[in-house]
């Protein structure tokens, strides 16, 4: 054998073997890959700026063999470089209790520049702003989320370096300013919510560069001018929201019309809409393809209602959701929303002049939720055998002046839905009698939520509603006027997280059956 075929099959078993080993000690090495230290330390850093944590950063520690910040609480690192990729520091200030609190140095965070999602959302940073030089060095981020948690100032332009941005929420906080046109920079983003913070300036028109934008909220602001005709040029927009009153002219509802994609309106605090036919002629125009529309708080009257929805041609049958609240709206607008559609599914109609006749009420027999709250509900609506529908799951019926006649008479009604209905609401009117019990538990025995605070309730809870209710999860009796012993029956009622009998006269001890129990009770002031 000659010395260069030596040679080659020498070379070719070398690289085989070198092969062979680098396979067996991958994982190996990847398993020793732990987090960089300067961002550890950036880690604690951050930690240290806070005021409270409230346990949710009990892993972020020295010592006790838990030095890899990969293994932390809201913490993902990159499996081969030990990079923090990811820190999801969302909160929960109700359900869970644990959320961060404090004036916070974002800042600390500059070390983690292969970071690409950041949420820190629902956390309570009063006084902290959004630091323009932390911003602009994340230039990897794809998700941020800073929505809920009381960041202040404005919002810093160098935003618009984050082009691999897709989703970015900043929604309910304290910011304020003109938006940034570098925002138009962002061609990547398909989700952007600004809504509920106090912003102002005309809306850029560089927004219409974002065309990958998918969902774009800028309701609860004080923008002005009129909306860039360029946001014509989002051909995937299937989400709008706006708020106040923005310019409108006739040549708007060309370009409106170009939002094919556009599933979801929603119009808040549009206090001249009924009297823009502008507006009312974009709104008819997109109606057919709509899913979800929110008129909420425009001033629409029964005439305005007819006036939008005038062309029986653009009635929709994809509309699910209508939401028609804190207008003006009389009992005359009934016969025109079944025609808009008998499709619904959720009625939204709280706060507006409705005096209840079951001569006006129509039937929606797919509705799932239905919200009359503040309205009057004083006439006969119930006494009429009218028909809900077989669907419907939540019943909303707060402060509508309900009295035990109107609506103990209305059994049979509400029989024809109550094997669906799951969550009902007839807080804050002017039930007296406590046979609406009674009524309950022998017609609704899949309630999981039952709402009856701020009645005047009077007479003992019946030892049967514990037996028969004993699908429901949430009750709520707090102020009214029951008396009698706390019935024992809570013990059995195994389902049941939620119990509030505070300031009414009850009377007795309610340890003996709750002890070891999950639940939530507020009992304060239940004796007279």
Same mark, same amino acid.
């Given at each position: 054998m000659s010395k260069k075929i030596m040679s080659s099959c020498f070379m070719k078993l070398f690289y085989a073997l070198v092969l062979l080993l680098s396979n067996a000690a991958g994982p190996v090495l990847s398993a020793e890959i732990k987090c960089i230290e300067s961002e550890r330390q950036a880690l604690l850093n951050f930690k240290q700026s806070l005021l409270h944590d409230y346990g949710m950063l009990s892993t972020w520690r020295d010592g006790d063999n838990n030095t890899d910040c990969c293994k932390w609480r809201g913490i993902q690192c990159h499996d081969e470089t030990g990079h923090i990729q990811l820190l999801d520091l969302h909160g929960?200030?109700?359900?869970?209790?644990?959320?961060?609190?404090?004036?916070?140095?974002l800042t600390s965070l500059i070390d983690l520049h292969n970071i690409q999602h950041l949420d820190l959302s629902n956390n309570f940073f009063l006084g902290s702003h959004i630091p323009e030089e932390l911003i602009g060095s994340f230039t990897n981020l794809t998700y941020l989320n800073l929505s809920y948690s009381r960041f202040e100032g404005s919002i810093p332009c160098e935003l618009g370096k984050l082009t691999h941005l897709q989703y970015l929420d900043l929604r309910n906080n304290y910011l304020y300013g003109e938006l940034p046109f570098q925002l138009g920079n962002l061609t990547h983003l398909q989700y952007l919510d600004l809504s509920s913070n106090d912003l102002n300036g005309e809306i850029p028109y560089q927004v219409g560069n974002i065309s990958q934008l998918r969902y774009l909220d800028l309701s609860g602001n004080s923008f002005s001018g009129a909306l860039p005709f360029q946001v014509g040029n989002l051909p995937f927009l299937h989400t709008l929201g706006l708020a106040e009153n923005f310019d409108v002219k006739s040549k708007d509802a060309e370009w409106f019309s170009n939002l094919y994609s556009l599933t979801i309106l929603r119009l808040d605090s549009f206090r001249n809409l009924g009297s823009s036919h502008h507006w009312l002629q974009i709104i008819n125009k997109l109606f057919r393809n *709509?899913?979800? /529309?929110? !008129?909420?708080?425009?001033?629409?009257?029964?005439?305005?209602? =007819?006036?939008? $929805?005038?062309?029986?041609?653009?009635f929709s049958s994809s509309l699910a959701i209508l939401d028609l609240s804190y207008n003006m709206l009389t009992s005359s607008s009934f016969q025109l929303l079944l025609n808009i559609s008998l499709n619904l599914q959720e009625?939204?109609?709280?706060?507006?002049?409705?005096?209840?006749?079951?001569?006006?009420?129509?039937?929606?027999?797919? *509705?799932?939720? /239905?919200? !009359?709250?503040?309205?009057?509900?004083?006439?006969?609506?119930? =006494?009429?055998? $009218?028909y809900f529908g077989s669907k419907l799951q939540n019943l909303y019926l707060l402060n509508c002046s309900l009295m035990d006649r109107s609506f103990l008479m209305s059994s049979a009604s509400i029989m024809n839905y109550s094997s669906s209905l799951v969550s009902l609401y007839l807080s804050s009117n002017l039930l007296k009698s406590s046979t609406i019990f009674y009524w309950l538990f022998n017609s609704t025995s899949n309630l999981r939520s039952l709402y009856l605070y701020y009645n005047m309730l009077e007479g003992p809870i019946p030892d049967g509603f514990g037996k028969m209710m004993n699908s429901l999860e949430v009750l709520d009796l707090h102020d009214n006027k029951l008396q009698g012993k706390i019935p024992s029956f809570f013990g059995n009622m195994s389902r049941l997280q939620i119990l509030d009998l505070s300031n009414n006269k009850l009377n007795g001890e309610i340890s003996s059956f709750i002890e070891n129990s999950s639940w939530e009770l507020i009992v304060s002031e239940i004796c007279s």
């Amino acid at each position: 054998m000659s010395k260069k075929i030596m040679s080659s099959c020498f070379m070719k078993l070398f690289y085989a073997l070198v092969l062979l080993l680098s396979n067996a000690a991958g994982p190996v090495l990847s398993a020793e890959i732990k987090c960089i230290e300067s961002e550890r330390q950036a880690l604690l850093n951050f930690k240290q700026s806070l005021l409270h944590d409230y346990g949710m950063l009990s892993t972020w520690r020295d010592g006790d063999n838990n030095t890899d910040c990969c293994k932390w609480r809201g913490i993902q690192c990159h499996d081969e470089t030990g990079h923090i990729q990811l820190l999801d520091l969302h909160g929960d200030r109700y359900a869970d209790a644990q959320y961060l609190e404090g004036s916070i140095n974002l800042t600390s965070l500059i070390d983690l520049h292969n970071i690409q999602h950041l949420d820190l959302s629902n956390n309570f940073f009063l006084g902290s702003h959004i630091p323009e030089e932390l911003i602009g060095s994340f230039t990897n981020l794809t998700y941020l989320n800073l929505s809920y948690s009381r960041f202040e100032g404005s919002i810093p332009c160098e935003l618009g370096k984050l082009t691999h941005l897709q989703y970015l929420d900043l929604r309910n906080n304290y910011l304020y300013g003109e938006l940034p046109f570098q925002l138009g920079n962002l061609t990547h983003l398909q989700y952007l919510d600004l809504s509920s913070n106090d912003l102002n300036g005309e809306i850029p028109y560089q927004v219409g560069n974002i065309s990958q934008l998918r969902y774009l909220d800028l309701s609860g602001n004080s923008f002005s001018g009129a909306l860039p005709f360029q946001v014509g040029n989002l051909p995937f927009l299937h989400t709008l929201g706006l708020a106040e009153n923005f310019d409108v002219k006739s040549k708007d509802a060309e370009w409106f019309s170009n939002l094919y994609s556009l599933t979801i309106l929603r119009l808040d605090s549009f206090r001249n809409l009924g009297s823009s036919h502008h507006w009312l002629q974009i709104i008819n125009k997109l109606f057919r393809n *709509l899913r979800e /529309l929110r !008129l909420v708080d425009c001033s629409l009257s029964d005439t305005d209602l =007819q006036s939008l $929805f005038y062309s029986g041609s653009n009635f929709s049958s994809s509309l699910a959701i209508l939401d028609l609240s804190y207008n003006m709206l009389t009992s005359s607008s009934f016969q025109l929303l079944l025609n808009i559609s008998l499709n619904l599914q959720e009625l939204y109609l709280s706060h507006n002049n409705i005096v209840f006749s079951s001569s006006f009420f129509p039937s929606f027999p797919s *509705l799932v939720i /239905l919200d !009359l709250s503040y309205n009057n509900m004083t006439s006969s609506v119930f =006494q009429g055998g $009218f028909y809900f529908g077989s669907k419907l799951q939540n019943l909303y019926l707060l402060n509508c002046s309900l009295m035990d006649r109107s609506f103990l008479m209305s059994s049979a009604s509400i029989m024809n839905y109550s094997s669906s209905l799951v969550s009902l609401y007839l807080s804050s009117n002017l039930l007296k009698s406590s046979t609406i019990f009674y009524w309950l538990f022998n017609s609704t025995s899949n309630l999981r939520s039952l709402y009856l605070y701020y009645n005047m309730l009077e007479g003992p809870i019946p030892d049967g509603f514990g037996k028969m209710m004993n699908s429901l999860e949430v009750l709520d009796l707090h102020d009214n006027k029951l008396q009698g012993k706390i019935p024992s029956f809570f013990g059995n009622m195994s389902r049941l997280q939620i119990l509030d009998l505070s300031n009414n006269k009850l009377n007795g001890e309610i340890s003996s059956f709750i002890e070891n129990s999950s639940w939530e009770l507020i009992v304060s002031e239940i004796c007279s």
